[in-house]
């Protein structure tokens, strides 16, 4: 595709459900990463995959966070029995291959809403 | 372990004045620096970034910085700015050897008025 994809733009959950929010990279990019942006924040790394492989996990807040790419393209983010603290921003970006100093291409975020 | 400080949360400028917006970052190890731009309801986009070199970067829309080692500083600036340019504007570093994934600062509010 022309850019990295995210859906849904906007969520809204009530504490305690399950959500899960999907990123589609451009295509062809081998890293991926999740970051999560709180409101007046930068955003904080999550979670980071080389095609299916996440390899590197440091991030996640909690075990309530869980992230996968199963064939190496599309990911998806869960977050279970979601709490207030939760809400933010949630942004992926993907880069052509895995050296540093790579340029990320980021989407535009799922502004995550839990009540 | 890497940090960034942004040091200005929000920096409200004329339009055609000139700005620089202030990043200083901590490392333990060698770091490749970064900018990126924040429009409303866009994604990030990449201003400009120092791998090695020159230590004066050049990026898109008439921005450049300059990454000052003994400083551990690398401030963005713009001779004259235009009201597009009003956005959030982030200062990130990543490692040289070692993970990609990028450490933010909190960003900084460019406003520009007429």
């Known amino acids: 595709g022309a850019g990295v994809s995210q859906s849904p733009r906007y969520k809204v959950a009530k504490r305690g459900q399950d959500v899960a929010l999907r990123c589609d990279p451009i295509?062809?990019?081998?890293?991926l990463f999740w970051y999560q942006q709180a409101l007046g924040q930068g955003p904080e790394f999550l979670t980071y995959f080389q095609n299916e492989a996440q390899l590197d996990k440091s991030g996640l807040p909690s075990d309530r966070f869980f992230a996968e790419r199963p064939e190496g393209s599309v990911s998806t983010l869960k977050i279970q029995r979601t709490q207030q603290e939760d809400s933010a921003v949630y942004l992926c970006a993907s880069s052509l291959g895995v050296r540093t100093g790579e340029k990320l291409f980021f989407g535009s975020g799922t502004q995550l809403s839990v009540l | 372990a890497q940090s960034v400080t942004q040091l200005d949360s929000q920096v409200p400028v004329f339009e055609e004045a000139p700005v620089e917006l202030r990043c200083n970052y901590s490392s333990s190890v060698s770091v490749y620096l970064f900018w990126y731009v924040q429009y409303p309801n866009q994604g990030l986009q990449l201003l400009l970034k120092y791998l090695s070199g020159s230590t004066l970067v050049k990026g898109i829309n008439g921005f450049e910085a300059e990454f000052n080692k003994s400083q551990t500083s690398f401030h963005l600036r713009k001779p004259s700015v235009h009201i597009s340019d009003t956005a959030e504007y982030f200062c990130a570093v990543s490692e040289r050897q070692g993970a990609q994934k990028l450490v933010f600062g909190q960003g900084t509010r460019l406003t520009i008025n007429p």
């Open positions: 295509s062809g990019h081998v890293s």
